[in-house]
């Protein structure tokens, strides 16, 4: 008997709070079914550092730093089809708040002038990725083929729309699993 090819994924979060992937793990059960229809490349959730060839990317969170923007594009280049998955991802999300005030200013503030500081300067390290000016939505950068809304999507969201891309189908949130909160 032909067993059917399951699905490569890959996961990530940028300028996210991982709360994204604790709701994907809040499909609960599912994740037996899960492990029969799809295999994890890099994630949170495995030991793999590279994205290699996929046919699915799920990101959360939005763009914060240089090294957001770098990930971001290795995944449109290695996954077929990308996931914006949550409010991050989709407009910038609660940290995008910050794009109201002046990053230097910021910067300062936490990490010069913050009472209780002892010599506090602005990390300088080059190992450390720049930030951006203003936080961004994924699709400013790159084309995303699908959005899942929600702070975070319910598991039950997440889990329809994995349901429905195994399946070859465009996933479609309903009444109930569609929210923005
Ligand atoms: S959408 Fe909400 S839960 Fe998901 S990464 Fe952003 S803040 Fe966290």
Redesign the pocket.
């Known amino acids: 008997m032909e067993t059917k090819r399951k699905l490569r994924v890959a996961t990530t979060?940028l300028a996210?709070?991982?709360?994204?992937h604790m709701?994907f793990l809040d499909i609960d059960e599912h994740l037996f079914e899960l492990v029969e229809l799809i295999e994890f490349d890099r994630s949170p959730l495995t030991d793999i550092k590279v994205v290699g060839d996929c046919d699915l990317g799920i990101i959360?969170?939005g763009l914060c730093n240089a090294e957001n923007v770098h990930i971001l594009r290795e995944f449109r280049a290695r996954c077929t089809k990308l996931v914006a998955?949550?409010?991050?991802?989709v407009n910038g999300?609660?940290?995008a708040q910050r794009n109201h005030l002046k990053l230097t200013e910021i910067l300062e503030e936490v990490y010069h002038t913050s009472p209780g500081l002892a010599h506090g300067l602005i990390p300088n390290d080059p190992e450390l990725p720049l930030p951006l000016n203003k936080v961004h939505p994924l699709h400013e950068v790159v084309k995303i083929d699908w959005f899942i809304p929600?702070?975070?999507p319910s598991g039950e969201a997440i889990w329809k729309a994995l349901t429905d891309i195994v399946a070859g189908r465009d996933p479609e949130l309903g009444f109930g699993t569609l929210h923005y909160d």
């Open positions: 979060s996210g709070c991982f709360g994204c709701s959360e969170g998955l949550g409010a991050c991802a999300g609660l940290p929600g702070c975070p």
